[in-house]
């Protein structure tokens, strides 16, 4: 389940409904000048919020792809200008567009990671059981949200901010540009939308790097 994936209570993709819209789910969404914000932060290298922070752009730039994706992504799945990956809730898989400010993130880690098979340093060869995987997953998102919300509140933005919110927020940015339901439903690659998808056709690859563009251009 979602809610456990992201400490959460319940999940507001869950159901088709626009649920990225409604009030609710609205007041976890951050402003484009909120995000911004985030993206033009300068946190210290020193500190763990310098990778929670670098977590929760690239999982913005990468269509609000969740934490236990973002800590199981491997370095053969970089390719020149995009990576694919399959959403370990859903079994969905993904093209993401690489853009220059992605590169950037990957490449602060590649010293760290150069005997790992894994881009971010969070997996490592000790954790060799799903339950260690798990419980290590489950301790550095609550460091990531630790950090987010003292970022956050360091930014003066009176929000909830955590790793899940790179989602929310994608989603909702896509909204306000104009883009068609549609389009944002697929860019997230919603799983329990059967009454969309049977009469949606899927939409074509460049359809959706164009759209995902809209929301990485929104913050640069």
């Known amino acids: 389940m979602a809610k456990d994936e992201e400490g959460l209570d319940y ?7 626009l649920a990225f819209l409604n009030t609710k789910t609205a007041k976890r969404a951050l402003k ?25 752009k690239f ?23 995009e990576f694919k990956y399959v959403r370990m809730k859903t079994g969905t898989q993904f093209t993401i567009p690489i853009y220059n400010i992605s590169q950037a993130i990957i490449d602060k880690y ?3 990671t150069q005997d790992s098979p894994f881009v971010f340093p ?9 339950r260690k995987i798990k419980e290590r997953i489950k301790k550095k998102r609550a460091q990531v949200n630790k950090d987010l919300k003292d970022i956050a509140k360091e930014l ?9 919110v790179s989602r929310h927020t ?12 549609a389009i944002i439903s697929e860019q997230l690659g919603h799983a ?23 929301a990485v251009n929104a913050v640069l």
């Not at 985030?38 to 763990?48: L, T």
């Not at 959706?208 to 563009?213: A, E, F, G, N, Y």
């Open 11 to 17: 999940y507001a993709f869950e159901n088709y409904s």
């Open 32 to 56: 484009i000048g909120e995000i911004k914000a985030f993206f033009k932060y300068k946190a210290d290298p020193k500190k763990s919020e310098y990778n929670s922070l670098n977590y929760f």
């Open 59 to 81: 999982m913005y730039l990468c269509r609000g792809m969740n934490f236990i994706d973002l800590c199981h992504l491997k370095k053969e799945q970089i390719k020149k200008d």
């Open 110 to 112: 590649l010293f760290q």
């Open 122 to 130: 969070i997996l490592k060869e000790k954790y060799d059981t799903p």
């Open 156 to 164: 003066k933005i009176d929000k909830e901010v955590k790793s899940y």
């Open 170 to 181: 994608f989603a909702t940015i896509l909204n306000y540009l104009g883009e068609p339901t």
């Open 192 to 214: 329990n939308e059967k009454t969309t998808k049977g009469y949606l056709a899927d939409f074509e690859e460049k359809k959706l790097k164009d759209s995902t563009d809209k």
